[in-house]
């Protein structure tokens, strides 16, 4: 494969790629990366964390399993997947500023860790922006809107999810060394990522674009 664009995103921080029908893209790192998906010649059309789930018929995908849109459009397949210890997850959202600020004032339910708070407590501990922010600014200049960016595919966050009460947890379990997830591009699509925060233990990011 020849590589055509490789870029480091770093912690608490989002970018923006282009990728065409047929290319490959490679998410790797060892901490959570909120990613998203648009029809790169019609913005409308995104990605659908609901349609990728019904259609397949289960809540956590990896190889060979695929992206959908709201309009049920194949967007990427997931080609490769090196993260052996956990899955990733399509039930939580993206963190923001205002989420961390409505957890501390006790406005909205913590996130547990088996049992720990792993929310910041304490206002000097509250990050001044999250994913939400850092996607909003990665796709701002094709003039997305941020009430337009869909809810994330939460890559290499492995969530646990009780089955009778359906609460979630974050197991915390990330991958030991650096993993990566391969799409292939089915439309040419604008890809979004971020590089989560995760309340001060998140970790930079890569992000790759292969033509095969």
Not at 3 to 17: D, M, Q, R, T, Y
Not at 39 to 49: A, P, V, Y
Not at 56 to 75: A, C, E, H, P
Request: with cysteine; aromatic share 8%; net charge neutral.
């Amino acid at each position: 494969m020849a590589i055509l664009k490789s870029e480091v995103v770093p912690k608490n921080s989002g970018a923006a790629f282009e990728v065409r029908k047929g290319q490959r893209l490679r998410v790797a790192g060892r901490s959570i990366v909120d990613f998203v998906a648009f029809n790169l010649h019609d913005l409308n059309e995104r990605f659908d964390q609901a349609r990728t789930k019904t259609n397949q018929v289960k809540i956590f995908v990896s190889t060979g399993d695929v992206l959908y849109s709201k309009r049920n459009n194949r967007m990427l397949t997931i080609v490769e997947d090196t993260f052996k210890e956990g899955r990733h997850d399509l039930q939580k959202g993206m963190c923001s500023r205002k989420r961390f600020e409505m957890v501390a004032r006790g406005q909205s339910k913590r996130v547990f860790a088996e049992g720990v708070d792993i929310n910041p407590k304490a206002p000097e501990e509250i990050p001044d922006h999250g994913c939400w922010e850092n996607l909003s600014a990665a796709v701002k200049p094709w003039k997305i809107s941020p009430d337009d960016i869909p809810s994330p595919f939460n890559i290499f966050q492995c969530m646990r999810i009780d089955p009778d009460t359906g609460i979630m947890y974050d197991t915390m379990i990330r991958p030991k060394e650096e993993a990566h997830v391969d799409f292939r591009a089915e439309m040419d699509c604008l890809v979004a990522a971020s590089a989560c925060p995760e309340s001060g233990r998140g970790q930079a990011i890569r992000i790759e674009v292969y033509d095969e």
